[in-house]
C-alpha cells in the first residue's frame, strides 16, 4: 500500500512559478498524510529556514500556507488516494474483510472507521483504512447500515463478498442484520 501515498513528480526548470508552488503543496501535504504531521509544520520558522537554505524556495512567500494544504492540496491528495485505493481493492479476491467501529472523543465528537482486509494473490495481508470520518447522526443501526452502504459504493466494492468483523454493541449487529451481510463478533481481551 505504500504506493499509495507515491510523491508527486518533480518540477522541472520550464515550469511556471504558479505550478512549482501547486506542486510543493502537494507533495507538503502528502508528506503531512504520510508521517501524520500537522499541516501547520510548513509554517514553522524551523522548517521555512531548512526549505530556504537548501534552496526549495527563494522566499518565504513560495510556501504554500498550512490552508492551502488542508483546503485544495489534500482533496487532491485524498482523490488520487482513493482512486489507487480502488484500483488495488478490484484486485483483491471476491471475499474480503470489514472491520468498523464508532467512537467518541473527548470533545463528544462522534467518529465511525471502516478497514478493508485481504490476502493477495502472493499471499501478502493487506489492511486499508478506507474511511475515518466525523458520524453525528445517532448510533443507531439505520444509520450505521447507511454508512456502510455508503462505504461500499463509495469504494465499488457491490461485487465483493464482505464478511464483516465487529463488536457486540446491539446498533452494529442490528446494521448487519439491515445491510444483510455475514458477520462476526471479534474477541479481543479488554486492557487490564
Known sequence: MSDVFKA????????SDHDKKWLLAR????????????????????????????RVIKHADNLPSAVTLSHAALNTVYDQAREKIKHI????PKTVGMTTDLWTDNFRRSYAAFTL????????????????????EKHTGENIKAAMVETVEMFGLQDKHIV????????????CR???VERYGCVAPWPA
Open 8 to 15: 508527486a513528480p518533480s518540477a522541472s526548470a520550464s515550469t
Open 178 to 180: 439491515l445491510a444483510a
Open 89 to 92: 481493492i478490484q484486485k483483491a
Open 117 to 136: 482486509h485481504f490476502c493477495s494473490d502472493d499471499f501478502c495481508m493487506h489492511d486499508v483504512t478506507l474511511r475515518t470520518v466525523v458520524f453525528p
Open 27 to 54: 507533495q507538503l501535504s502528502l508528506m503531512c498524510c504520510s508521517d501524520l504531521s500537522p499541516f501547520e509544520t510548513v509554517e514553522k520558522p524551523g522548517f521555512v529556514k531548512f526549505l530556504m537554505q537548501n
Open 164 to 175: 464483516y468483523v465487529t463488536d457486540q454493541g446491539s446498533n452494529i449487529v442490528k446494521a
